[in-house]
């Protein structure tokens, strides 16, 4: 099975980027994902189902952990239904 995780963490700064934000994208690069997308408002990545687990909960820890102090994600399995995604 294969899932998409999409995430923001908040506070938000359009100055800079906080801490937290820049935690959830070493997070994400670093997991043994495809398809990552990072960007100033939010952010996918694509992956088999284990590794994205794996990831969320990692972004999670570390994320609350450099000061997010909420942190919004959606998981979804990709492929339609009747496509037999695995």
């Given amino acids: 099975m294969r899932l998409r995780v999409e995430f923001t963490t908040e506070p ?9 934000a820049v935690v959830a994208r070493q997070v994400i690069e670093a997991a ?29 820890r570390q ?8 942190v919004s994600l959606q998981v979804n399995v990709v492929g339609a239904a009747g496509e037999g995604a695995q």
Avoid: C, I, M, W
């Avoid at 994320?63 to 909420?70: E, I, N």
């Fill in 12 to 20: 938000f700064d359009l100055d800079e980027a906080p801490a937290h």
């Fill in 32 to 60: 043994e994902l495809d398809e990552v997308d990072v960007g100033p408002f939010g952010n996918t990545a694509e992956g088999a189902a284990d590794a994205v687990l794996s990831a969320v909960d990692a972004l999670l």
């Fill in 63 to 70: 994320t609350l952990q450099a000061g997010a102090t909420r």
